[in-house]
């Protein structure tokens, strides 16, 4: 009894130590390892309980999503927790800086916010932004393919977020996953999420969360490593980031500077306006390149990153090419790879050409862009671009984060699309050592802004 009481006296003061260790860095016990006190459940009806020094909750059939969240709100943040799924068929999620609506979902509640994913299944994006019951993905894990496979299910992962300013970064086991700059949100409540399901063999599996503690003073950001693709909603911005990693705009929302009109000596004096921040090719009823003309960087590529958000009008037909070199001097629009912007469900195009390969986020006239409609934008809203050449002649398509299209220039693959395309007869087309930017007037009014590269 006597040794017992030593130990349990021990124990006390080692915690008692460890805990003013940890106030003195800063850090705050959302969780106090025996109660749910501080939190509440909103929108579903999953069940949540304390465990073994763990928060664990539990699917529900037909409950929907459900949060067990914060009662104080917070604003920047560093949030340090370690999460467990015991199944891949389960889900779940980090809520952050997030809000309920008591009227959502026909009366029920719902939660809305920027989540941290937790994704066990095969294509395995946990450590991606999702926002919650709102834009949807802001960042896919296909654009960090480098984070997948740092989530283990079956055991604990230690997750590290932080919210400071409009930034917000995610680790899984000291994996850097995912970089989003957003202006949306400046202070939330934090969440647990159990998601919801409809399958029985769903139902009853368990995520578990401990060791949750969050810092608001003091805080420091922790730097990301260069190759990281940073999301940025912010308009023809770059963040410091950005800049040090070597991005530049080519539109930064005020001036045509970088640009040029294609087979001329300066921007074209009509077709185009800028306003508001925003590059708009103007309508001409269809006609292509016979208003402004289409627009080329002045600057030539060969390997980069180029990313930029386009917005259409229905039934609206554009493009943005990559390796222009304006030799051809051909009629119409310049010849180069194409980034095919399109609206699919009104303009012909979509049904001409082979297999689809004219359709929005394709290599027009070659490749069809493999793409789910959940991750489209409708007409009227900002869709996100993407084209990445590597110095060893690989070429991505990105839709809205997710990769649509691979293939390398010059390949025997690549060379057979060509000859049997309406570029036959154009030697060695997309083969250029470097080119320019352009972007297309196809006579449909289509707007552009955040449009920026790197060269890799």
């Known amino acids: 009894m006597k040794y017992q009481s030593l130990l349990a006296g021990a124990a006390f003061i080692f915690c008692s130590l460890s805990g003013q260790a940890q106030s003195q860095q800063g850090w705050t016990d959302l969780f106090d390892g025996k109660t749910l006190n501080g939190w509440k459940r909103l929108a579903g009806t999953a069940q949540y309980k304390v465990e073994d020094g763990a928060i664990v909750g539990t699917t529900v059939m037909h409950s929907g999503n459900t949060f067990l969240t914060t009662e104080k709100e917070y604003g920047d943040f560093i949030l340090e927790l370690d999460a467990k799924i015991e199944s891949s068929v389960s889900n779940s999620g980090v809520q952050t800086r997030s809000h309920f609506d008591p009227a959502g979902n026909g009366g029920k509640g719902k939660v809305y916010g920027r989540q941290m994913e937790v994704d066990p299944s095969e294509r395995d994006w946990t450590g991606g932004v999702y926002d919650e019951a709102r834009r949807d993905w802001l960042y896919p894990l296909s654009l960090n393919p480098g984070a997948r496979g740092a989530f283990k299910v079956g055991v604990y ?44 063999a769903q139902a009853g599996k368990n995520v578990y969360f401990k060791n949750i503690r969050i810092k608001t003073k003091g805080l420091k950001a922790t730097a990301f490593p260069a190759g990281v693709y940073v999301v940025n909603t912010v308009p023809n911005s770059l963040s410091p980031y950005e800049k040090t990693t070597g991005w530049s ?101 979509a049904k001409l050409g082979r297999d689809g390969n004219r359709t929005l986020a394709s290599l027009y006239d070659l490749i069809k862009a493999e793409k789910q409609a959940r991750f489209l934008r409708p007409i009227g809203q900002w869709n996100r671009g993407r084209v990445v050449v590597y110095p060893d002649n690989r070429v991505e398509h990105y839709l809205n984060g997710i990769k649509v299209i691979e293939y390398t220039r010059g390949s025997d693959d690549f060379r057979r699309l060509v000859s049997i395309s309406k570029y036959k007869d154009w030697k060695n087309f997309g083969e250029a050592e470097k080119g320019h930017i352009l972007l297309q007037d196809h006579g449909n009014e289509v707007s552009f802004r955040s449009i920026k590269i790197k060269k890799l």
């Not at 300013?165 to 400046?186: C, F, H, L, R, S």
């Not at 554009?318 to 194409?338: C, D, H, P, Q, R």
Request: with cysteine; aromatic share 10%.
């Open 157 to 200: 992962n230690h997750i590290r977020i932080e919210c400071i300013g409009n930034e917000m970064k995610t680790w899984i086991n000291n994996i850097p996953a995912a970089y989003v700059v957003d202006t949306i949100d400046q202070k939330g409540f934090i969440g647990l999420q159990v998601h919801g399901i409809d399958k029985e």
């Open 249 to 349: 705009l080519l539109f930064d929302g005020k001036t045509t500077a970088a640009w040029t009109g294609a087979y001329k000596e300066k921007f074209p004096d009509k077709g185009w306006k800028v306003d508001k921040g925003v590059l708009t090719v103007l309508s001409s009823e269809g006609k292509e390149s016979a208003n402004g003309g289409d627009i080329v960087t002045k600057e030539q590529f060969s390997a980069f990153d180029l990313s930029f958000e386009f917005k259409l009008s229905p039934g609206a037909n554009s493009g943005v090419k990559y390796f222009v070199t304006l030799s051809e001097k051909n009629t119409g629009s310049a010849i180069g790879l194409e980034y095919q912007i399109l609206d699919d469900a009104l303009h012909p195009d």
